[in-house]
């Protein structure tokens, strides 16, 4: 009778409990790694990377027979409308839970044609805010074709994980759809998103190999896209992040016609403090840094060092600031600092949550220069002439 007893709860707790009888296989889905919005002729076009998961776990030894990802293409009157029309020429249930990335064209960018792209990925309930938004002149489909060094997974490319790269240098700083959104509803309301162009550096022995490179920024406000900061224009605004941040400049040496000098540059802390006279606004930037020398000719000071260090970020801030002018864009957010610490000042300037800006809005900047680390213990040169 026990025995009858303890078979019978068995039975019954066995049907109690909850199955995962309705979820997918992982092997019976596609997954999304990245999408690309162009638009054009009034019509959305979409471009969805699904990527092969046989060479993430192998990134190593990679499966030579496996592609590593597949390109589909659709367009619609909406985003809704391309994306069910991929849907059609799809097997297999599409998860979106690793999507890591969205890639606008310009013409995306124009005219308020990303707010509901951007809308749209924030409803849906697999997708998060920590998906990368990037922007291109180069074509979509030439992007998202191109495969990491060395055949590596395409997780680890400079799109969907340009993490990787930010220990060697931080010229161009990711922005998440959460950091957009924060940006694009805070003073100035403009958000600098980082331009991506296919760079042809690179070559194996079958010949030349392409590779993404981020070159810049592309700056959108609520209106739309308002221009491009590329390379030269662009770095400046590397100094002015509150956040550490590492790059390099490249100064010449005093009294040496020909004779330069690249140095790493840790940035420690940038503080901008708006000087408020009568109604006018300027700002003062106090910007401290660290310095590493790498290698280098002849006899050279740290005060020489120093000189030369600061000469070139101001130049770099300057740049990117004139730069941002030209294309009415405030490349500092200069308009949210008076915000955050004297809004009353910005209630009676402000124009649409932007504050007048002109050449001498950026009246001063104070740069420091606290170590200067010569790699060794001495600046003598390594190897004697």
Known sequence: ????????????????????????????????DGIGIDYKDGQYEIYMQIINFANVAKSEAPTPQ?????????????????????????DQKVFWGHMT??????????NENAIPVIDSFLRHRETRYQILTFCTKEP??????????????????KLSNPMHTKELQTFVEPVDLR????????????????????????????????????????????????????????????????????GDVTIKLDNKEND??????????????????????????????NAIINGFEGKVSTDEIRKGIIKE???????????????????FRL??????????????????GKIPLTEDTLSKINITVNKVNPGRKTFAETIKE
């Open 313 to 331: 970020v101001k130049k770099d801030i300057k740049k990117s600031y004139a730069g941002g002018l030209k294309i009415d864009v405030d490349v």
């Open 335 to 352: 308009s949210e600092h008076l915000y955050r610490k004297d809004v009353k000042t910005w209630k009676k300037i402000q124009k649409d």
């Open 140 to 157: 979509i489909k030439d992007i998202l074709l191109v495969t990491p060094l060395l055949n590596k997974s395409l997780t680890a490319s």
């Open 101 to 110: 990335f969205l890639l606008f064209t310009e013409d995306a960018l124009k």
């Open 66 to 90: 496996a592609a590593p990802s597949e390109i589909g293409f659709a367009k619609g009157k909406t985003m809704e409308e391309a994306f069910f029309k991929l849907y059609r020429s799809i």
């Open 179 to 246: 950091k957009l959104i924060i940006d694009l509803n805070e003073p100035s309301h403009e958000v600098n998103i980082p331009s991506v162009a296919i760079n042809k550096n690179w070559e194996t022995t079958d010949g030349p190999t392409t590779e993404t490179a981020l070159t810049g920024f592309g700056i959108v406000s609520k209106n739309g896209f308002k221009g491009y900061l590329n390379d030269g224009d662009a770095r400046g605004i590397q100094w002015m992040y509150d956040k550490k941040t590492r």
């Open 1 to 32: 009778m026990r025995k009858k007893i303890t078979l019978i709860v068995s039975l019954l707790a066995v049907l109690l409990l909850s199955g995962c009888w309705d979820v997918t296989e992982p092997q019976r889905m596609y997954y999304v």
């Open 260 to 289: 330069h000098l690249t140095v790493d540059l840790e940035k420690l802390s940038t503080e901008i403090k708006p000087i408020v006279k009568n109604n006018k606004v300027t700002f003062e930037a106090d910007i401290k840094l």
